[in-house]
């Protein structure tokens, strides 16, 4: 099965801009999905397909792709953005497609 | 508005076996491709298993394969996983999930979990 690799953590001075990145060979063929997980939380999508935010996620969310990596990046990170994020993209390896996740991205707000 | 309920967690001896179950509600449930998601304690989220809509096709990961059992009552907007052989990493807060576009893995909704606990 495919592989999606995160950075375990990355930190953000409030209001700066910071970029997540993730890592994997189905990403060229397939775009990443991005969640935000709070603690004790379900998981949120944030971003989906080419660049598509859901309704009542803040238009500071953002999504990018080149080659075998895609980006989220927020844009005026604020505090309440504190929270692990984890990429995911379908998974067409092996006889049945499904879905890899990476290892999730623990972002701090300063 | 779009519910999706988990139930069917609880303390289970290695080798036993459980039964989730996932309540939908708010939407057409035979429309959407369905997904269970796990997360062990302090780690990051495990793509579990998949069925479309009409519950003919399934995929599992490699670490539930011949384990574990996806299926739907489309009639009664439920989800389930049978989980058998259970060990005692498959201990994890259980998620059911609702793909937006078929296939694509784009995570739409998802329940509030169910903790699933496999020890002696």
């Known amino acids: 099965s495919s592989e999606l690799t995160q950075d375990p953590a990355v930190s953000v001075a409030l209001g700066q801009t910071v970029r997540i990145t993730c890592q994997g060979d189905?990403?060229?063929?397939?775009?990443a999905s991005w969640y935000q997980q709070k603690p004790g939380q379900a998981p949120v999508l944030v971003i989906y397909?080419?660049?598509n935010r859901p309704s009542g996620i803040p238009d500071r969310f953002s999504g990018s792709s080149s080659g075998n990596t895609a980006s989220l990046t927020i844009t005026g990170a604020q505090a309440e953005d504190e929270a692990d994020y984890y990429c995911?993209?379908?998974?067409?390896?092996?006889?049945?497609?499904?879905?890899?996740f990476g290892g999730g991205t623990k972002l701090t707000v300063l | 508005e779009v519910q999706l309920v988990e139930s069917g967690g609880g303390l289970v001896q290695p080798g036993g076996s459980l039964r989730l179950s996932c309540a939908a509600s708010?939407?057409?449930?035979?429309?959407?491709?369905m997904h269970w998601v796990r997360q062990a304690p302090g780690k990051g989220l495990v793509w579990v298993s998949r069925i479309n809509s009409d519950g003919s096709s399934t995929s599992y990961a490699d670490s539930v394969k011949g384990r574990f059992t996806i299926s739907r009552d489309n009639a009664k907007n439920t989800l389930y996983l049978q989980m058998n052989s259970l060990r005692a990493e498959d201990t994890a807060v259980y998620y059911c999930?609702?793909?937006?576009?078929?296939?694509?893995?784009?995570?739409?909704?998802w329940g509030q979990g169910t903790l699933v606990t496999v020890s002696s």
């Open positions: 397909g080419k660049n």
């Open positions: 708010g939407f057409t449930f035979s429309s959407y491709w």
């Open positions: 189905s990403l060229r063929s397939y775009y």
């Open positions: 999930a609702r793909d937006l576009i078929a296939a694509a893995g784009d995570f739409d909704y």
């Open positions: 995911n993209s379908r998974d067409s390896s092996g006889n049945h497609p499904g879905v890899v």
